[in-house]
């Protein structure tokens, strides 16, 4: 049961002489060590058939489907990998899924009438989702990098919680399928910057093109970026600020994102592998423009309107 507590709280000693937090732990920090093997062999106890399958996933030879045996192989190993095997566990768990799809949350009023910092549901005693949230505890109380994505079931990297609701409320509809790829491929356990840039990319494709190019059959963001460039005049944000509402914000947070995607081409004269932190700002950016055009908030202009759109010759890369 998760009660109210300060996020950031820190020790006597560091708030006495206000040291900085600290730093979140990558990988498993020797700390974390024992709790998490006791957590994941604790989960695994009896349920033979998903300690087969977490080892077949894994490439692990087993004599007997014994939690302790999965465990001390995947640490004999390599003890690093622990991490995956508690990913690739929550995540193949049907027991898991039931119990967060179907048996869901219960009531818990006679405790939070008590006080103000008991929740009025939890999950239920002895459910794989109590497991799950007393995982969450311990890795958060442990300062890993890592947190649990109760979506997907299994561990991404933490990521601060307002920024993350925001990428939350943009991933429906197609574009959403791609925003969720990139942020899998971003702050999931193996980070894959090209691929998560180029999810982002397609991301805002699927969201733009049927806005501003809804006619097209081979239209990529680049001919959006095109398109909008050349016709700021016809087109308008919501927010009208003190340029009545020009597009040219939006085309320079596009052509940010277009011409930043440096491992497009491969082989071509500025190619170079696509960084971590480009992959990072590259999703949140993408989910606001995911958010603006599937929430209307660019539009063309109507019949009367005065656009203050100039043209400017193309100066970047192809828009193919």
Partial sequence: ???????????????????????????????????LTEWV????????????????????????????????????????????????TIHLDLRLRWDLDVLGMEENLNEASLADWIPEWKWPKGSRTEALEQLGELLADAGSAFQINWRERCLNRRVDITVAAAAERAMTGLPGQHLRAAWKATYGRHPDP?????????????????????????????????????????????????????????VAMIELLWFGHVA??????????????????????????????????????????????TETADAGPDDA
């Avoid at 006619?215 to 600020?241: C, F, M, P, Y």
Wanted: hydrophobic residues 40%.
């Fill in 1 to 35: 049961m998760i009660v109210n507590e300060e996020p950031d709280f820190q020790p006597l000693s560091q708030r006495d002489t206000r040291l900085p937090q600290d730093v979140l732990f990558d990988g498993i920090p020797e700390h974390l060590m024992s709790p």
């Fill in 41 to 88: 062999t604790n989960y695994l106890h009896g349920a033979t058939k998903l300690v087969q399958r977490v080892a077949l996933r894994m490439r692990l030879p087993l004599e007997t489907l014994e939690a302790h045996q999965l465990v001390d192989a995947v640490i004999t190993r390599d003890p690093q990998e622990l991490l995956d095997l508690v990913d690739m």
């Fill in 194 to 250: 090209a691929k998560a840039y180029d999810e982002a990319i397609r991301a805002v494709e699927a969201a733009a093109i049927p806005v501003v190019l809804p006619n097209g059959t081979r239209e990529t963001l680049g001919k959006v970026r095109s398109h909008l460039r050349d016709a700021q005049d016809k087109w308008e944000l919501v927010i009208e600020g003190t340029n009545g509402g020009d597009a040219a914000p939006l």
């Fill in 264 to 309: 497009r081409h491969a082989g071509g004269p500025g190619f170079r592998p696509q960084r971590q932190d480009e992959a990072q700002m590259a999703i949140h950016l993408a989910s606001t423009l995911v958010q603006w055009f599937t929430a209307d908030a660019v539009r063309r202009r109507t019949q009367g309107d005065s656009g203050q759109g």
